[in-house]
């Protein structure tokens, strides 16, 4: 029956590359309506103690400590959102480059076959490269596209198995220090959405995602093939 094939074509390699670049373009862009909270939080405390509809009889004393415990409240609030800004890009940076593989393979594999699939799993379109000649895992940037899908994971579904295996590339991301005191922050906190003190993820850690992602197409092989029985048999199991 001949071979399958899959072919790196250059503009498509360069086009995957520039989708995942812009995903942090666009972090970039947005990350500053994030820059003042504790200004915008002191501001939001100090208008609701002027704007207080009081009397004679209130206690100013009151009001004012009402006032800066709402503050806090909207400093919380803001670093919450402030947090999950930068751990939602970096899940929908991994999303893009697993959806990416899966649209290329299915393309690939369109050419030579009658292609009934329209999704894949991850995990099939790793078979279906190893098939190929090509085993993810033992690329070069494989270990921190491996990092990020922990994180991913992580992101998503909170302390769980990509949460204890992410621990143990990255316990930085778990570690706070406080009072000479170190703990477990996911531990503490629980889910990581709901608290923006949860993962200790940084900007320069969407940086090198992206370099391990957009690096990662630049190590395929310009054509890579496959028996298609072998192809037919091995994904048919």
């Known amino acids: 029956m001949g071979e399958t094939q899959l072919y790196f074509w250059k503009p498509t390699i360069k086009r995957h590359q520039e989708e995942l670049t812009i995903v942090l373009d666009y972090y970039n862009k947005t990350k500053d309506y994030f820059s003042n909270i504790e200004e915008e939080s002191k501001e939001y405390g ?78 099939e379109v790793q078979t279906i490269f190893k098939l190929h000649g090509i085993n993810i895992p033992d690329t070069i ?57 949860t993962l200790r993820v940084t900007e320069k850690d969407i940086e090198d995602y992206v370099v391990a992602v957009t690096s990662f197409w630049d190590e395929m092989p310009e054509r890579a093939y496959c028996d298609v029985n072998t192809l037919l048999r091995e994904t048919e199991k």
Do not use: C
């Not at 899908?149 to 992410?166: E, P």
């Open 141 to 197: 940037s494989w270990t921190k596209i491996r990092e990020l899908k922990f994180l991913t994971n992580t992101i998503k579904h909170g302390d769980g198995d990509s949460a204890d295996k992410l621990r143990k590339i990255r316990p930085d991301f778990f570690r706070s220090d406080l009072s000479g005191d170190s703990f477990d922050t996911l531990e503490l906190h629980g889910a990581v959405l709901l608290n923006g003190q």
């Open 46 to 123: 100090n208008k609701l103690f002027r704007e207080y509809p009081g009397g004679e009889d209130t206690d100013i004393d009151s009001i004012a400590e009402w006032a800066q415990e709402e503050s806090v409240e909207m400093y919380l609030s803001l670093l919450t959102m402030k947090s999950n800004h930068l751990l939602m890009t970096i899940s929908l940076l991994y999303h893009t480059w697993e959806q990416q593989l899966i649209r290329f393979t299915i393309n690939e594999l369109s050419h030579d076959l009658t292609f009934i699939k329209k999704v894949l799993e991850f995990k």
